[in-house]
């Protein structure tokens, strides 16, 4: 199974700053996958993000708000900018086992904004 | 676009009880269903994985069925404890993997 650390683990941010969320897998995976979880509400796709490509948004999800790079086939970061109170959520990280199919989560990032 | 639902949205029973725990989806063209465990502070963990040509998988005391042509699943959980105490997601995927998440059912086993 893939193991995966997310960092920060949380985060208390003022309005109009970013912050940058680091995910590093234990393993060279293909794709990896940023999720948000609005309180209260489950899991939304932000993106799948590719080595070596640019990043593939889901609709309402835009590159200027939520960059994402992808250095390696084990890193990945995603970048809230511009925060308003609206980003507080939980924004988890997660990668899928193509053999198996199965899709592991980080712990995850919990980001409030003020 | 695919919309996951699940039934009930909180559960509270007494130890030793099974859970039974409801999941739908509109489009049945899925390539797996998986179900998942959260709880609070911490990321999801998968429990069971089915893929689109199987009924069921059971693992322990955790037993998930898929009927894909009706859109629905259900998670039984047998002999409840309070450990079992959670936030169960199911969630369904394409050949692209992305997940369609449900919003959740809330399980509270009282000991």
């Known amino acids: 199974s893939a193991v995966i650390s997310q960092k920060p683990s949380r985060d208390i941010c003022q309005r109009g700053t970013s912050l940058t969320i680091q995910c590093q897998v234990d393993?060279?995976?293909?794709?990896m996958f940023w999720y948000r979880q609005q309180p209260g509400q489950s899991l939304t796709l932000i993106a799948t993000?590719?080595?070596?490509?640019?990043?593939?948004?889901e609709s309402g999800f835009v590159i200027d708000k939520f960059p994402i790079s992808r250095p390696n086939l084990t890193f990945s970061t995603l970048t809230v900018s511009n925060m308003s109170p609206e980003d507080s959520s939980i924004y988890l990280c997660?990668?899928?086992?193509?053999?198996?199919?199965?899709?592991?989560f980080g712990a995850g990032t919990r980001l409030s904004v003020l | 676009k695919q919309e996951v639902t699940q039934i009930p949205a909180a559960l509270s029973v007494p130890e030793g009880e099974n859970l039974v725990l409801n999941c739908s989806f509109t489009?049945?063209?899925?390539?797996?269903l998986q179900w998942f465990r959260q709880d609070p502070g911490k990321g999801l963990t998968s429990l069971l994985l089915?893929?689109?040509?199987?009924r069921e998988q059971t693992s322990g005391r955790l037993n998930a069925s898929l009927d894909k042509s009706s859109g629905r699943s259900t998670l039984y959980i047998a002999a409840s404890q309070p450990g079992d105490s959670a936030t169960y997601l199911c969630?369904?995927?394409?050949?692209?993997?992305?997940?369609?998440f449900g919003a959740g059912t809330t399980v509270t086993v009282r000991a």
């Open positions: 089915i893929q689109s040509s199987q």
């Open positions: 393993s060279q995976v293909t794709m």
């Open positions: 489009d049945s063209a899925i390539y797996n």
């Open positions: 997660s990668v899928n086992e193509r053999a198996k199919g199965i899709q592991y």
């Open positions: 969630a369904v995927s394409h050949n692209d993997y992305k997940l369609s």
């Open positions: 993000a590719n080595q070596g490509s640019e990043a593939t948004y």
